[in-house]
Every structure is written in structure tokens, then in C-alpha cells.
């Protein structure tokens, strides 16, 4: 079932897209990083929507993303799971392996390990900074039905579903929105044989190598 009754499309806008977060490789599209409280609060059977921010100019106020959460699981389960170590990080790898999104597990007193990675140091130490926000969430959403645009960002009515200057996110349950419904569907249909497929590359993805400070923007 394409819409499940009860659930929510959750629109927000995507600050920086290297390919990270969301993290489209590999058959599956997952946000394991950033936006905890969507991490938190998304439910298996939701949408997700991702719109180009203020920042990336190209794409702004076009969908970069849209994805059905399909899995919905822990750090621990993420990290652990043979399924996913493929999105764990190389820092020497190939760009794909350099942006994995698969960064965080506890060593035996409980504590975050966060992998060298996209959101650690230059020198591959931990961040704090981003280790504290992402794990303020212990949730990872998966989708294995998703459309990820990247620089060939599609446009979308977001007056219809009244998304204007948003902070963080908006949250719209579907069963209450006509408009909502028919956004997805609309993308659904229009791009079925591209379901599940990295249509286009991230629009930061020439800059895989660097890394981000979530606090100040700061790449590095």
C-alpha cells in the first residue's frame, strides 16, 4: 500500500546534500545522521521529503528526496546488521565508501564511537558537536522505496501543502491532506522505473572528501 492509513509525510529542507544524509547508495536510502527529531518521531509507513534549502541554490525549494520509511531501527541494530556494512565508512575508499552514513556504535562502557567519517574531525577524532546531536536520536530510518534526485531536484507544489519558511519540519498527517497524498502519488507514478536508483548525483557530491561541523556549517 502506497499511503498507510495514519501516517505522516514529514517535509523538511535539506541543508547540505553530499550524498551522507540522506544516504541514497546502495539499493537502500537511509538517515542515520542529522534531523534527530524526524529520526525520533517518523514511524514505519511514513514519508519523508527532503527539499533543496536556502543553500543549495540550484535545487532550492525542489525535492531532492522522497522516501517511504519501510525499517525503522536502532544504532546498534544498524551497525551490527551484515546488510548495512556496506554503508559503514572508508575514509580511503572510493566517494560512495568515503560518505557512509553507518558511523555510530557503543564500545563496552556504553559510550558513542563515532567511525572516521563524514561528521568526525579532519584527523578522524570524534566531533562532539555532531556525535551529540546525531545520537540524541538512537533511530535510524531505512526506506526500499524512495526517489532520490539529487542535482536534477524535481519541482513540487509546496504551497499545497503549506510549506513555507520551516524550522526543522513540517509534519502533515496524510489522511487530512488531499494535497499531500497527491504530491506523492504525483512522483510515485511520474517516476516508477527510477524507484530505489541514485537518479542523479548529490549536489555537493564533488566535495565527498570534506567534512562538516553541524554547528557552525563549517566545512573542512
Not at 527529531?37 to 535545487?59: F, Q, Y
Not at 536534477?152 to 488531499?178: F, M, Q, T
Amino acid at each position: 500500500m502506497l499511503i498507510e492509513p495514519d501516517s505522516h509525510l514529514y517535509a523538511y529542507a535539506i541543508t547540505r546534500d553530499f550524498g551522507f544524509a540522506p544516504n541514497p547508495f546502495h539499493g537502500s536510502c537511509t538517515l542515520a545522521t542529522c534531523k534527530p527529531r524526524i529520526r525520533k518521531s517518523a514511524d514505519v509507513g511514513d514519508w519523508i521529503l527532503g527539499i533543496g534549502g536556502a543553500k543549495l541554490k540550484s535545487v532550492q525549494k525542489k525535492c531532492i528526496l522522497l522516501m517511504k520509511v519501510t525499517e525503522k531501527i536502532s544504532f546498534h541494530d544498524y551497525w551490527t546488521d551484515p546488510r548495512f556494512s556496506i554503508k559503514k565508512p572508508a575514509r580511503n575508499g572510493s566517494h560512495v565508501q568515503m560518505l557512509g552514513d553507518n558511523i555510530y556504535h557503543q564500545g563496552g562502557n556504553s559510550e558513542w564511537i563515532q567511525e572516521d567519517s563524514h561528521h568526525s574531525n579532519a584527523d578522524g577524532s570524534f566531533n562532539m558537536t555532531n556525535l551529540k546531536r546525531d545520537t540524541s536520536s538512537d533511530q535510524v530510518l531505512i526506506s526500499e522505496h524512495f526517489y532520490y534526485f539529487g542535482d536534477r531536484a524535481v519541482a513540487v507544489d509546496l504551497e499545497s501543502i503549506g510549506y513555507h519558511r520551516i524550522r526543522d519540519y513540517k509534519k502533515i498527517r496524510l489522511d487530512d491532506s488531499v494535497p499531500a497524498i497527491n504530491l506523492i502519488k504525483e512522483i510515485d507514478l511520474e517516476y516508477r522505473s527510477d524507484r530505489n536508483l541514485v537518479i542523479s548525483d548529490p549536489c555537493q557530491f564533488s566535495d565527498f572528501y570534506k567534512r562538516v561541523d553541524q554547528e557552525t556549517g563549517e566545512l573542512y
